[in-house]
């Protein structure tokens, strides 16, 4: 299986594999940017061949590239939206040379109503995606927090039908985002799946943030916890890695840590033993 976590690539891309590889990790996620602002380093082309190199030798699995939480589009700002465009179009030019998926936000529709968000965000996608490479970007599904776009299945499903280039996109799923949505993967974690598979097709499933849950089933709250410290628990967990739908994607922590990466280690080594 390919498990690891959301780790910071600051000190550059080889530095960042050789830390996954030390707490156990075959991937890892990082953010494009500044998570919470607009700048972007520049991509070292020597270091990003070591970390290929290494990723190899490692047997990783695919990266996985989170976009900042500044982008929104479902805006209703023309200036706000056309940042998003234009910054989602630059983190798929930047993902691909990395080699890396790319997670995306849908965008919020700020109390436009659902449709016009809906609307919104289409346009937006087949903006950025009209000349930008050619890797997949995911649309991450939401917990429906305020006014989210993508917290139902049915959501999603209308976002990927509005696509041209429907080959481009793909889901991510979050389990924490899931359970805050209201669907109930706890107790019937094949059900929620086989709903995913006839509103969606589990062949555009692509990545799975794994986190426990701070609030209860439907709370459209997003708010990750460590493992075995939410409302899903470590035995929903065992399930998870069990289920052969996750097998062969990245599975991504994006749970509390300290600098020592201690906890993800510890949540790594538990998931990659219950996986077998």
């Given at each position: 299986?390919?498990?690891?976590?959301?780790?910071?690539?600051?000190k550059?891309?080889k530095?960042?594999?050789?830390?996954?590889?030390?707490?156990?990790?075959?991937?890892?996620?990082?953010?494009?940017?500044?998570p919470?602002?607009?700048k972007?380093?520049?991509?070292?082309?020597?270091?990003?061949?070591?970390?290929?190199?290494?990723?190899?030798?490692?047997?990783?699995?695919?990266?996985?590239?989170h976009?900042?939480?500044?982008i929104?589009?479902?805006?209703?700002?023309?200036?706000t939206?056309?940042?998003?465009?234009?910054?989602?179009?630059?983190?798929?030019?930047?993902?691909?040379?990395?080699?890396?998926?790319?997670?995306?936000?849908?965008?919020?529709?700020?109390?436009?109503?659902?449709?016009?968000?809906?609307?919104?965000?289409?346009?937006?996608?087949?903006?950025?995606?009209?000349?930008?490479?050619?890797?997949?970007?995911?649309?991450?599904?939401?917990?429906?927090?305020?006014?989210?776009?993508?917290?139902?299945?049915e959501?999603?499903?209308?976002?990927m039908?509005?696509?041209?280039?429907?080959?481009?996109?793909?889901?991510?799923?979050?389990?924490c985002?899931?359970?805050?949505?209201?669907y109930?993967?706890?107790?019937?974690?094949?059900?929620?799946?086989?709903?995913?598979?006839?509103?969606?097709?589990?062949?555009?499933?692509?990545?799975?943030?794994?986190?426990?849950?701070?609030?209860?089933?439907?709370?459209?709250?997003?708010?990750?916890?460590?493992?075995?410290?939410?409302?899903?628990?470590?035995?929903?967990?065992?399930?998870?890695?069990?289920?052969?739908?996750?097998?062969?994607?990245?599975?991504?922590?994006?749970?509390?840590?300290?600098?020592?990466?201690?906890?993800?280690?510890?949540?790594?080594?538990f998931?990659?033993?219950?996986?077998?």
């Amino acid at each position: 299986m390919f498990i690891g976590a959301h780790l910071s690539i600051s000190k550059g891309f080889k530095a960042t594999v050789m830390l996954a590889h030390e707490i156990g990790a075959n991937t890892f996620q990082f953010f494009t940017r500044n998570p919470r602002g607009s700048k972007a380093k520049a991509l070292d082309d020597k270091d990003l061949a070591d970390s290929m190199s290494l990723r190899r030798e490692y047997g990783f699995g695919p990266l996985v590239a989170h976009t900042p939480y500044t982008i929104n589009l479902g805006a209703s700002n023309p200036d706000t939206w056309e940042f998003a465009v234009s910054t989602l179009k630059d983190d798929l030019i930047r993902a691909e040379k990395v080699g890396a998926l790319l997670v995306v936000h849908p965008g919020s529709h700020g109390g436009q109503g659902i449709e016009y968000g809906l609307s919104r965000v289409v346009d937006g996608l087949n903006r950025a995606l009209a000349d930008s490479g050619e890797n997949l970007l995911l649309l991450e599904a939401m917990s429906g927090q305020g006014n989210e776009v993508g917290s139902t299945f049915e959501e999603l499903n209308q976002l990927m039908q509005g696509v041209k280039k429907r080959g481009r996109v793909g889901i991510a799923l979050d389990t924490c985002h899931l359970y805050g949505a209201g669907y109930d993967l706890k107790n019937d974690l094949d059900g929620v799946l086989a709903s995913f598979d006839r509103k969606i097709g589990l062949k555009y499933l692509h990545a799975l943030h794994i986190n426990d849950s701070e609030t209860m089933l439907g709370s459209h709250r997003d708010r990750h916890a460590n493992l075995g410290n939410g409302s899903l628990g470590m035995e929903f967990f065992a399930k998870v890695v069990k289920n052969p739908v996750f097998k062969q994607i990245p599975l991504i922590l994006e749970t509390p840590d300290d600098s020592e990466q201690s906890h993800h280690k510890r949540e790594i080594e538990f998931l990659k033993k219950n996986s077998r």
